[in-house]
Nanobody, 117 residues
Framework: EVQLVESGGGLVQPGGSTRLSCAAS????????MSWVRQAPGKGLEWVSG????????SYADSVKGRFTISRDNAKNTLYLQMNSLKPEDTAVYYC??????????WGRGTQVTVSS
């Protein structure tokens, strides 16, 4: 069974940092590009960041560029999102997903990140 389990969310103060993790199982993680997508309260899905299967190529939405860093440890089947200089507008449920042929084919259940004083 394919599973993507996000963790590391919680309440963070503006300007603070946290690292999200996504533990993958049930598929060959190292062969898939991965992404983080988020959904703010009452809003639609927003793509945040992506990383190639080997980790050599990364990309970011303009809204998080310079603040967030995506990475992966294929030996641990884990995807990460380091989130620095957090803003209230970063408040959202963050989902990790696996990509194939530019499609988001596997999704986790998400982890809530709340940025508030």
């Amino acid at each position: 069974e394919v599973q993507l389990v996000e963790s590391g969310g919680g309440l963070v103060q503006p300007g603070g940092s946290t690292r999200l993790s996504c533990a993958a199982s049930g598929f060959t993680f190292r062969t898939y590009a991965m992404s983080w997508v988020r959904q703010a309260p009452g809003k639609g899905l927003e793509w945040v960041s992506g990383i190639s299967s080997g980790g050599g190529s990364t990309s970011y939405a303009d809204s998080v560029k310079g603040r967030f860093t995506i990475s992966r440890d294929n030996a641990k089947n884990t995807l990460y999102l380091q989130m620095n200089s957090l803003k209230p507008e970063d408040t959202a449920v963050y989902y990790c997903n696996a990509e194939a042929a530019n499609r988001h084919i596997y999704w986790g259940r998400g982890t809530q990140v709340t940025v508030s004083s």
